[in-house]
Every structure is written in C-alpha cells, then in structure tokens.
C-alpha cells in the first residue's frame, strides 16, 4: 500500500471506529441519542459528552503519542524492535507510581499523573546521564533496557514486599481508559505542541539512516537529531503513560506495522504512524468496553494480546 | 444600595438554612461534608459492604457492582433487596451503566473510586466511605452514616443493638479466648487475615482470639507454611478461592502435621466470599453462624 492510498482509508478508519465507540458500549445509543447527548440537559448527556467524548479524544492522542514515541525511538536506534519501552520511560512512571500507591496509600490519587510523569522523566535523565549526549545508538538501547529491566524488578519488589496494594497498582500498570476524562484531556494536550517538531525531523531522521558517517557529510549532526528525537519521544511517552498507564506493544507494534504499509520515509511514516496508533487504541478500548458489559477491561490487555502475538511472529521473521 | 444587598443575602442565607433544616441530611464522609435534600429511591452501590448496611435497613439499592457475578453477594443480602441490576467490576465499575440506572445517590468506596469521585457527583449525588480493608467497626460506622442518608437512622440503631446482642449470644456459646486463626488461600499465596483486619475484629467480638505476631502490623499478611507453624493456632479456618489451593498443597507435607490444628484436627473450610469479601451486618452474623456451627460440631 502506498502512502497517498493509505492516508484515506487510515483516515475513514478512525472515523469509523470513532463513529463505534460513540455508539457502542454497555448501552448501545443511535446516532440521534449522540447528537442529543452533546447538549447539556439532554438524557445521554452524561454518557456521551462526559464519558465516551473525552475517552475518545484520549484513545486517539494516547495512540497516537505512543505510536509517534515508537516510530522516533525506532528511527533513532535504528532497530525494528526498538519502541519507548527501550528507554526505560513508561517503567520508571511505573515505578514512581507504584511507590507512590503502596507508600502513600493515605494520599489522594489525585497526583497520580504527577508523579507517574516525574517517575517517566527522571528515569530519561538517569539514562541521559549514564549514556552521555555522544554515545552510539547501541549502547543507549543496551543501557536503557538495562535501566527498564531494574525499574522493572523494582516494581516487583514493592509489589512483593506490599502484596495489600498490588490489585490498583497492577490495574495501574496493565493501563486503560477507564474513568479518564476532559480534565486528563487537558493535562495532555499541551505535550502535543511537540509534534510538529516530531515532523520537522523527518527529513534528518532519513539521513541519519544512512549512517552517522553519511549524515554527517550531509551537513546533519547526528548527535543533535537522535537527542532531539529522543527528547521528543520521551516527553510523550511519559505524559500519555501519567495519564494512562503503561499500554503496552502500542510503541512497537504501531510504528512497525506502518513501517510495512508506507515504507520507512519519515515524512510519510511519522503522521501515518500516529494514524494506526490512534486507530489501534480505538479498536483496543472498544473491545475493552464491549466484550463483557458491564465488565470494563483494561485496554492494555486487549493491545497486549494483539502485541504480543505480533512481537514473536517478527522475532521469527527476523531469523 | 449596600444595605439592600447585604438584606437580600440574609434572606437567601435564611432560606436556604430552612430548608436545610427542613429537607436535609448532613453527614460526613471520606471528602469532607456530604448533604443529601431527598430520601434517595434509586441508589446503586459500588460494593458488597455498602449493599449490606442498605439490606440491613431494608432498603435495596438497585445496581449493584457484583463483578458481575450475581452469587458474590451474600445469600441474606439478596434475600431483601430481591434482583438488581450488575453495573460492573467494583474495581472499573462502567460508569455508563451507572448513569443509565439514572440512580438519586451513589455509594462509592475512597479506596476505589477515588479517582472518578468527580465522574460520579457528575451522575448522582456520590457518598465516598471506607470499604476496602475497614475494620470491623469502620464498617459499623459506615454502616450508621448510610443509614442515616436513606432515612433509617433509628432502624439502624435498633438493628445494630440487635447486631450486637446477636454477637454476644453466639459468643456466649463459643468457647473464650480460643485462638483462632483465619486466611484466604489462592494457588500460589495464603494470606492470613490479623487482628486489624475485618475477620479479625469480628472474630474479637465473638469473645475469641488472632494469634499475636510481632512481624508486622498488616491486617492481611502473606505467610509461608514455616511462619504458620511458628505462629500455630489452635484453630485454623480457611477459605479456598483456588482449587486446589496453596493450603490444599500444604496438606501433603510433613510440616504441616507439625500444626497443632492439624493434630487436633481443627482446620475448617468457609466460604471466602462471605469470610472476606462482603463485610457488613449480615455477613458478621453469617460469619458468626458459621463459627457456632464448627465449634457444635465438634
């Protein structure tokens, strides 16, 4: 599929499932009942403009900040299997929110997304610090999986050592949609200033595929383009998993999926990229709603157990 | 022009104290003061505790979140609240249900639903209180301020004098100061349920004992079997929520003779639904029943 082929139906794909999961959930409405429940005073109002609205709009930025995060990553360590996750990012918010649940168990939940974002960043400037702006792309994957390994095994110690905790901090982890809403919207809008910049690397992100010896007789320094995706990466990656937990495989699987579809041109694969990262989302939390009504699950299963699949058929494909 | 103001708000100030005084009910709850102006007819619960209080009165609420599993609530509670409607898990509880119930009052837990209180006083006026690791009395007292927003505050005071007199009749026919220890056993963890716990403080008011440990002071605590032997309670009592469970895999071990409830042969099964999950008036009573009927049949 080509690029000017894929742009249309990406984009009547998000309509559609947009479109579904204003229809659909444990109460089925019709289109009037959705145009009905925009207005306030209306019966569905709540349903519609409170509930499946705002979940929308953060299905589809969550998806398409992981995706971007994922298509960047993987552009800069130049790695199919690359994704946020190599950054050690969405583990260290894991672990700060962990802590912050099982140590602070009093506290408000309110400044969850606080903390989980810090917890994200912090461990970005960890990884920073031990790598060095100058380092290879190689050693920043090796040190970041490292790093998100130990983040990782944190977590389970406290999870270990605090059993009590582990039913919301395991809901936490797994990520979802769930009673997020317009104030978690605005929180994360404001990161997405950093897309068209995302953009604006495009053509250097192709040059730096050519090597860093060829980017650099191209006049690009390699060195500030990898920061500066990274930075990027790290940032939006880290604001959507405050908001709503670690999803995972939607980095990995997303960029990689559009890789096959658009090919590896920046220019087309970054917003094509955000485009199948918002769709997937969609897809993930209107399952998530509909399978068992009442019953919610966490989207993050639901992109699990597309992810994972899709993860071993590549390891065997790349043999 | 100042004045006339300042007598337009004494008016609407004394207005609005009237009707307080006149429809209100206030009461305080995890998030502060909580003032309901109706008698709530369509409530929905986010937990089994609170459907208890509410069936204690006998009033039933009309959406319950049963993790969907109709058979999670205790046998009495549905005995009085007839059928309701499932809006979910308790711990993702779909709010669009919720809201279709169009219920007049929520009752939320601080634990869980903190995070979509908001969400929650966007659909009906929402009652945040402790559910998730109460205490015994915690969930007496919570039990009394639902009451209290239902308008049932005297029923409730006669029902809980009648709660207690139930207690001390049962443990009137229990032996005292017995030591006895219960936990929830799942395939891979026994989590034994202390003195801070709410099994644990029923089992207190039946006039019996936890055994005292000094390692921590959790009220739910995750024990290996050598940990059980050390502290070795005369009685053992367990609710299986795997099959089979850790304990069950306990039973073919030699340290498990070891127990001196094993010897004596003082290890009980109960449900651990009921031992656990559904906290309340009702369920201590069923708790209690279950206890007599052990100890009787010995």
């Known amino acids: ?319 | 022009m100042l004045l006339s103001v300042i007598k337009r708000l004494t008016t609407t100030l004394c207005t609005l104290m009237f009707m307080s005084s006149a429809y209100a009910v206030t009461v305080q709850d995890s998030k502060g003061t909580f003032t309901l102006d109706h008698t709530p007819q369509r409530i929905v619960v986010l937990e089994f505790s609170f459907a208890d209080a509410l069936a204690s009165v006998g009033v039933a609420p009309i959406g319950i979140a049963d993790d969907k599993d109709k058979s999670r609530v205790l046998p009495a509670v549905q005995q009085v609240i007839g059928d309701w409607q499932s809006v979910g898990t308790r711990s993702q509880p779909s709010l669009e249900v919720i809201a279709s119930l169009k219920p007049d009052l929520i009752i939320a837990d601080i634990s869980r639903h903190e995070s979509v209180y908001d969400d929650l006083q966007k659909i009906a006026p929402t009652l945040i209180l402790p559910s998730r690791r109460e205490t015994y009395s915690d969930n007496l007292k919570a039990a009394s301020i639902i009451a209290k927003v239902v308008g049932k505050e005297q029923e409730m005071t006669d029902r809980l004098v009648q709660h207690q007199q139930f207690m001390a009749h049962i443990a009137q026919q229990l032996p005292d100061h017995a030591i006895l220890q219960f936990g929830v056993a799942r395939a891979d963890a026994l989590f034994l349920h202390t003195d801070d716990s709410y099994t644990g403080g029923v089992i207190q008011a039946l006039g019996m004992q936890t055994p005292v440990s000094d390692r921590d002071d959790s009220a739910y605590r995750q024990t290996s079997l050598e940990q059980l032997v050390a502290l070795n309670p005369e009685y053992l009592i367990v609710g299986h929520y795997a099959n089979p469970s850790i304990v069950d895999n306990w039973s073919n071990e030699p340290l498990w003779t070891v127990l001196t409830a094993v010897q004596n042969d003082h290890v009980y099964r109960v449900d651990p639904n009921i031992w656990s999950r559904c906290r309340g008036i009702l369920a201590a009573e069923h708790i209690a029943n279950d206890l007599l009927q052990i100890f009787s049949e010995q």
């Open chain 1, 1 to 319: 599929m080509t690029a000017q082929r894929f742009f249309p139906f990406a984009l009547i794909m998000l309509f559609a499932l947009s479109l579904a999961n204003l229809l659909f959930g444990a109460v089925s409405l019709s289109l009037h009942d959705i145009w009905q429940g925009l207005f306030v005073g209306s019966e569905q109002h709540f349903t519609v403009y409170e509930y499946r609205l705002p979940r929308l709009f953060l299905a589809i930025l969550v998806g398409a900040g992981l995706a971007l995060s994922g298509a960047l990553v993987q552009g800069v360590i130049r790695n199919p299997l690359a994704s946020p996750d190599v950054l050690g990012v969405s583990h260290g918010a894991g672990l700060a929110a962990v802590f912050y649940m099982t140590y602070f168990n009093g506290a408000s939940t309110e400044w969850l997304p606080e903390v989980a974002l810090s917890g994200g960043l912090c461990a970005a400037l960890i990884l920073w610090y031990l790598c060095g702006a100058h380092s290879s792309a190689i050693k920043l994957a090796i040190t970041g999986v490292a790093l998100a390994a130990f983040w990782a095994s944190c977590i389970d110690f406290l999870m270990l050592t605090k059993p009590l905790e582990i039913n919301n901090a395991l809901l936490w982890l797994t990520g979802s949609l769930w009673g997020r809403s317009w104030p978690q919207l605005q929180a994360l809008l404001p990161w997405f200033v950093l897309v068209p910049f995302a953009l604006g690397l495009s053509k250097y992100l192709n040059v730096l595929d050519l090597g860093d010896d060829s980017a650099n007789s191209l006049g690009v320094s390699p060195q500030s383009v990898r920061l500066l995706s990274l930075a990027i990466a790290v940032a939006l990656t880290a604001a959507c998993v405050s908001v709503c937990g670690p999803i995972g495989f939607l980095g990995l699987v997303a960029p990689h999926l559009t890789r096959k579809l658009v090919g590896g041109r920046h220019q087309s694969l970054l917003p094509a990229t955000m485009l199948t990262g918002a769709c997937l989302l969609l897809a993930a939390d209107l399952a998530a709603r509909t399978l068992a009504p009442p019953i919610e699950l966490p989207a993050g299963i639901l992109t699990a157990i597309i992810g994972a699949p899709y993860f071993l058929w590549l390891l065997l494909r790349m043999k």
